[in-house]
């Protein structure tokens, strides 16, 4: 009987470190981690906006849609999910999904500014039991951002749902508040919600639109960062591998950062030296199977892992592996090989694996 023996690629990166010189060039990076797992724009779309914000010059609609496209253009992407929904009346633009710039842009321009002012109330508090429902089926902590002009002159007072909402959900939830508000009393309002936790940041949205205001409510609401010292990656003395004579081969793993699909820089000399093993070896196919972590919609990430999978594959293909020789499949967010309740665990399962039998 044929013995099989996994071969790990990883060895031969261990082999090619034993003629590596050490380097004590110490450098820096930047660390960027989000301060939630999920951010959640929950937008006035009353009356009540049709009017003019004075200091803009334009309508309060607008101003909310400004304000909302110069922070998703600004913000860094982060590993988490971002939902937009509405109240007056209570919509859903976009559910809570990975970061991705493009969506976020097209929901935020979907919510209308030429709006009525008439027949058009304002019904905060009823619009967050609305939004208590999407909110309950997310994990770990949650921003909610609204912006407000300081009216709520419908239904459920928003100060009794709000602290109920605390009450039930805990430290996992934290609201923050971009104002539209102009009189003293909208202002006072404003003030009121963002007093029930001192987690809340407030910020007046004809300010946001100065950068270097802006840029301040980014980090101090969306995340945090930290520099830590790195070693520089040493360069690796060239190995001669015999060409394999096993009956399987398990690559090692190929890691994607957050949402995406394309292959770091790290990984591409590893993946031509795979590329060489097996077209030393004609007769075998090679199984390509792409992952993903837990974040987002089951099916947005077996779409996700299977693009992760054929970007593997198009690799192996530019490397001069036939195309016909290569199973491209995915298996989105299933058979997590490290806990999901880690950054680093969901990060080690952003993964493609290789298997050449």
């Known amino acids: 009987m044929k013995s099989f023996m996994k071969v790990a690629f990883m060895s031969l990166c261990v082999i090619a470190l034993l003629g590596i010189a050490a380097t004590s060039n110490a450098q820096r990076e930047t660390i960027i981690e989000p301060r939630a797992e999920n951010f959640v724009y929950y937008?006035?779309?009353?009356?009540?906006?049709?009017?003019?914000?004075?200091?803009?010059?334009?309508?309060?609609?607008?101003?909310?849609?400004?304000?909302?496209?110069?922070i998703n253009r600004d913000i860094p992407e982060l590993d988490a999910t971002f939902g937009v929904y509405t109240f007056g009346p209570y919509k859903e633009y976009r559910p809570a999904s990975p970061f991705n710039r493009e969506a976020m842009g097209g929901a935020l321009s979907a919510i209308p500014t030429d709006i009525p002012i008439f027949d058009r109330m304002t019904p905060m508090g009823d619009g967050l039991k609305s939004l208590d429902t999407p909110l309950s089926g997310l994990k770990d902590r949650i921003a909610v951002i609204a912006l407000?002009?300081?009216?709520?002159?419908?239904?459920?007072?928003?100060?009794?749902?709000?602290?109920?909402?605390?009450?039930?959900?805990g430290d996992r939830i934290c609201f923050h508040f971009i104002s539209l508000a102009q009189t003293p009393?909208?202002?006072?309002?404003?003030?009121?919600?963002?007093?029930?936790?001192?987690?809340?940041?407030?910020?007046?949205?004809?300010?946001l639109m100065e950068d270097a205001y802006r840029a301040d409510f980014i980090e101090r609401v969306f995340y945090t960062s930290r520099e830590v010292a790195v070693t520089p990656a040493p360069t690796p003395v060239p190995v001669q591998v015999p060409a394999p004579t096993?009956?399987?081969?398990?690559?090692?793993?190929?890691?994607?950062?957050?949402?995406?699909?394309?292959?770091?820089?790290?990984?591409?000399?590893?993946?031509?030296e795979a590329a060489r093993i097996i077209n030393a070896r004609p007769a075998t196919k090679v199984t390509v199977k792409g992952y993903t972590c837990n974040i987002g919609p089951a099916d947005y990430n077996m779409g996700l892992s299977e693009r992760r999978a054929q970007a593997v594959a198009d690799f192996l293909v530019r490397e001069g592996v036939r195309r016909d020789r290569l199973d491209v499949m995915g298996y989105g967010l299933s058979n997590p090989t490290f806990t999901n309740d880690t950054r680093d665990g969901r990060a080690l399962n952003r993964r493609v694996e290789m298997l050449l039998k």
């Open 43 to 70: 937008v006035d779309n009353s009356g009540s906006m049709a009017f003019d914000h004075e200091k803009a010059g334009m309508k309060k609609t607008e101003v909310a849609r400004n304000v909302l496209m110069a």
């Open 148 to 169: 407000a002009d300081g009216e709520s002159n419908w239904g459920s007072r928003p100060q009794g749902v709000m602290k109920d909402m605390y009450d039930r959900y």
């Open 185 to 207: 009393q909208e202002k006072a309002f404003i003030g009121d919600l963002a007093a029930i936790n001192s987690c809340s940041v407030v910020a007046d949205a004809g300010s």
């Open 246 to 272: 096993e009956e399987v081969i398990a690559f090692s793993n190929i890691n994607f950062d957050f949402d995406k699909t394309e292959i770091k820089a790290e990984y591409r000399e590893i993946l031509r």
